[in-house]
């Protein structure tokens, strides 16, 4: 039962909590406001966010598993690396994100000549690769967590 609430309070509350939270605007103005306020949630890579303190998380785990010593230290260090790239990967990528919304939001401002009405592209890639980071992180900070407590 323990397990269950550290999941839900690490894994759950900061993944899942956001989205459905924004699901709850449905009853009020309709699912396909809500579609939509969720995708703009994670449209430009939001979840990185996420997935970098995941890693961040984790990463802590590999340092208390290495404070205690084991016959695992290779492994550990071999995560310990892994985390710390994909954590730089999610920083740089959110960057890359925000950047871009802000040079097509820019853009827009300067052929349409008045501020844009909140609509963007929404990138898959984007939107894929930051499901597919955070799914990885947690799952990563997860197997730690149980594997090294």
């Known amino acids: 039962m323990i397990l269950f609430f550290w999941m839900l309070l690490n894994l759950g509350m900061p993944i899942i909590g956001p989205i459905f939270t924004l699901a709850l605007v449905a009853p009020a103005h309709g699912w396909r406001v809500a579609k939509a306020l969720i995708a703009a949630s994670v449209k430009d890579g939001q979840l990185f966010w996420c997935a970098s303190g995941l890693c961040a998380c984790a990463a802590y785990e590999v ?40 040079r097509d ?27 597919l980071l955070t799914l990885i992180a947690a799952t990563l900070f997860a197997f730690l967590h149980v594997h090294f407590s």
């Open 63 to 102: 340092v208390a598993a290495l404070e205690r010593g084991g016959r695992e230290v290779p492994i550990l260090a071999f995560c310990m690396v892994g985390l710390c790239i994909m954590g730089f990967v999610c920083s740089v990528l959110v960057m890359l994100g925000s950047v871009n919304a802000y």
């Open 105 to 131: 939001r820019i853009g827009k401002v300067v052929r349409e000549g008045n501020p844009p009405v909140i609509v963007y592209a929404f990138s898959r890639i984007e939107v894929s690769l930051s499901v």
